[in-house]
Each structure stands twice: as structure tokens, then as C-alpha cells.
């Protein structure tokens, strides 16, 4: 049973190995979960399949297929149709494991924890020595033209900054819920300096959407486990406005600053993420008024959005631009049904969380909801593997219900 056990715990483990893991490697963790979740479920005496909890999640997988009722270019439909694959066998590996009755106790987060914080470091110190090479911090290269060798030439784990800056988020708020769950200074003291590291490299990626995703994720954290006084919960709360007025401020680029230009909401586009942005939107919400009730298939919106691109401008044309918004993406894919159901999929999630008190479920549901606002998370390897894998994990284990963290260990 040990051994059962153990390999289990591996297959979880891997996750926390993400960050490191080649871009050609990070479907292998799913798979994994899936054939040892599955081998576990046939040799041992299960009960019921919790279905319902399984088609939470699941259900965001099945709607895109149905979309493709609406779809009349086929044409590479198997790339989103394998990438968005998480959705649908994350869920049902954890229903496997969830209806055999094996638990996963807070400590085994807290080792995971651990662990993803480690390896996530590295990532940061790996990923700021790249920055430094390239001579970001001596002014050889500006931030915003690095940005094309992060994503591109990075060492066999190029990633887009922004999926790099979600890698970094997830352990620090992890880390920072243990700081208040562990009685020990010796963990804080020791992984204050890595915190430090990752948000530090977070701050010098300035990530705008996921930025403040992270300080909403931060808040919950914050205010659902500070249960002292009123005073020390406002007091708490100025930890993340200070991050946010250092990410404002401080760092060079200011990329905030684009949110208040206002000629990067006019007709002549602007070759910056705040104008390029507002000009897909446009689109994107143009295209469905024009198919609101089943949208145009799965297969069928990039060229729906392109169309109206060629209206707009030369420079939304120069890459291939998706919605970088999930909510209109599923619109313009399965129509004001696919919208609603992912609206309903998050609130649903946070209602519970709320109902169970699931601090981890509402903290990384929040911070997944305001990512999904700025980026289509769920239509790359990078972003769907990990909603499905941590919105699956605490809906199926809260963490806050099981037996005291042993710190002695």
C-alpha cells in the first residue's frame, strides 16, 4: 500500500516541478496523474464517482467540443482541442482518487509547497540571469524588447512572461498561506529571502493582468486568516498596495502607466499591450453581437477576429492576436451559453469555497478569474494545466478542514 501511496504523491508531485519542465514535457505530469490516478481506482474498493464535482470542471471542455457543431474550418482544430485535453483529464483523475476515499492531508501541501517554492526560485534566479545576459539591468536592452527572448529563446524553458509570472504567483500565495498556518519562525525566516526573490522577479516581468490577480489572491489569503481585530486586517491589507504602488512606481518600464494614456483607446492603434488590447476587444465584442447565442465554433473565431482585424489595423495583424480575454473567447466559441457556463464554473467555485471555508479554493479560483480577464489562460498548455490541476485539487481536498499542520517534521 506504501508504494501505492508514494506513487501517488509523485504523480502530484510533478506538477510542482512545472516551471522547470520543458515546454515539449509539461503534458507528462497529466498523464502520469491520469494512468497512476486510474490504476489506484481499479485495484482498490471504490464508492460512488463524484460526477458532479468532475463536470465542474469538465464541463468547460465539453461545451468547446459541442462548439464545433458551429465550426466550419477544421483546419489545425487539433491543437486547442489537445491543449484544452487538462480540462477534461485532470478532473477525472482527482474523481478517481477522490471516490476511493485517499485523502491528501495539509501537510502533504505543505511539503508540496516546499517543494514548488524551491523549484520555482530557481526558476526566478535562472530566468533574472537570462534578463542579465541579454543586459536588461545595464540598459543595453529595454525590458520590452527582452521580452521576445523570454518568450522565445530561453534556454529550452522559454515562456511567455505572462504564464512565467503565473508559474511565480501560485507558490509565493501557497507559501504565504503557510506562513500564517505554520507556528514556526525558522519557515518563515527561511523562505522569506525566496518570497523576496519571486516577487521581485515578478515586479521586474510587471505582468499587468496577472499582478493584480496576484494582490486579489493575496487579499483573500490575507483577510480570511488574520481573525484578530479589524485594525490588523487593514494593516495587512497595505501589504499588497505596497506591491502594487511598487509595481506602479518603481520599476522602470511602468507599464501602468499605459492604463492611463488615453490615446491607447482611439481609432489609430498604438503598438503597446493597453492599445492592442482595447483594439481585440473592440473586435471580439463586435463579433458577438453579430453570433450571440452559439458563437462560431471553436474553429472558427481566430478567423472571425481577423476579419475584423483588417478593419482595425495593420498592427493586429502582425501576429496572431486571440481575444486575450477567456470570458469573450468562450463567447465567441459556443455563444452566450460558453460564457455563461465559465462565468457560473467560477462563481460556483467561490460560492463553495465560501460555503466550506475553502481559503485555497477561493484564493486561486480569484486569481485564475482576474487572469482570465487579461489572457485566454485555458487555451495554453502553460495556463490550462495548471487552472485544472489547482482548481481540481482544492475543490476535491480542503485543506482547512483537515488535521492540524505538524511543523515538527
Keep these: 500500500m506504501s508504494k501505492k501511496v ?12 512545472f516551471a522547470l ?25 471504490s464508492v460512488a464517482y463524484p460526477i458532479i464535482k468532475v463536470l465542474k470542471i469538465a464541463s468547460l471542455y465539453i461545451v468547446l467540443l459541442l462548439s464545433l457543431i458551429n465550426t466550419s474550418d477544421f483546419t489545425g482544430i487539433e491543437k486547442p482541442l489537445t491543449t484544452g485535453l487538462s480540462l477534461l483529464v485532470i478532473p477525472i483523475s482527482f474523481g478517481f ?25 530557481l526558476y526566478s534566479l535562472w530566468l ?3 534578463l542579465y545576459q541579454l543586459g536588461v539591468f545595464s540598459n543595453k536592452i529595454s525590458m520590452y524588447d527582452a521580452i521576445a527572448y523570454v518568450t522565445n529563446e530561453m534556454w529550452r524553458i522559454n515562456q511567455h512572461p505572462i504564464y512565467a509570472s503565473i508559474f511565480i504567483a501560485i507558490p509565493v ?30 515586479l521586474i516581468l510587471e505582468r499587468k493582468g496577472v499582478l493584480l490577480s496576484f494582490l486579489f489572491g493575496l487579499l483573500v489569503i490575507v483577510l480570511s486568516l488574520i481573525k484578530k481585530n479589524l485594525s490588523r486586517k487593514i494593516l495587512m491589507c497595505f501589504i499588497p498596495l505596497a506591491l502594487l504602488i511598487a509595481s506602479v512606481f518603481v520599476i522602470p518600464s511602468n507599464r501602468f502607466k499605459e492604463l492611463y494614456e488615453i490615446q491607447n483607446y482611439s481609432d489609430e492603434l498604438k503598438f503597446n499591450s493597453t492599445s492592442l488590447r482595447y483594439g481585440i476587444y473592440n473586435c471580439a465584442i463586435a463579433k458577438i453581437k453579430e453570433s450571440f447565442l452559439f458563437g462560431y465554433g471553436i474553429g472558427d473565431v481566430q478567423d472571425e477576429l481577423e476579419e475584423c482585424y483588417i478593419t482595425k489595423s495593420d498592427l493586429l495583424l502582425e501576429v496572431t492576436y486571440n481575444s486575450h480575454n477567456q470570458y469573450l473567447s468562450y463567447f465567441l466559441s459556443a455563444g452566450v451559453f460558453g460564457f455563461l457556463l465559465l462565468f457560473i464554473v467560477m462563481l460556483k467555485a467561490i460560492k463553495d469555497s465560501k460555503k466550506n471555508n475553502n481559503i485555497l479554493l477561493c484564493a486561486t479560483t480569484i486569481f485564475f478569474a482576474f487572469c482570465m480577464l487579461f489572457e485566454n489562460i485555458l487555451e495554453r498548455q502553460s495556463g490550462v494545466i495548471l ?3 489547482y482548481i481540481s485539487l482544492f475543490s476535491f481536498y480542503n485543506f482547512s478542514e483537515t488535521k492540524k499542520l505538524d511543523t515538527t517534521k
Design 97 to 121: 482518487l477522490y471516490s476511493i476515499k485517499n485523502y491528501l492531508s495539509v501537510n502533504f501541501l505543505f511539503n508540496y509547497t516546499k517543494l514548488i517554492l524551491g523549484v520555482t526560485t
Design 21 to 45: 519542465t520543458p515546454n515539449n514535457l509539461k503534458g507528462l505530469p497529466v498523464i502520469f496523474l491520469f494512468v497512476i490516478s486510474l490504476f489506484i481506482f481499479l485495484k482498490k474498493k
Design 387 to 389: 487552472f485544472s490541476f
Design 173 to 202: 500565495l501557497l507559501t504565504i498561506y503557510f506562513w500564517f498556518l505554520s507556528k514556526k519562525r525558522n519557515f518563515i525566516l527561511i523562505t522569506l529571502p525566496l518570497i523576496l526573490i519571486n516577487l521581485f522577479t515578478l
Design 6 to 17: 508514494n506513487i501517488k504523491y509523485i504523480s502530484l508531485l510533478l506538477f510542482a516541478l
Design 128 to 130: 533574472l540571469f537570462f
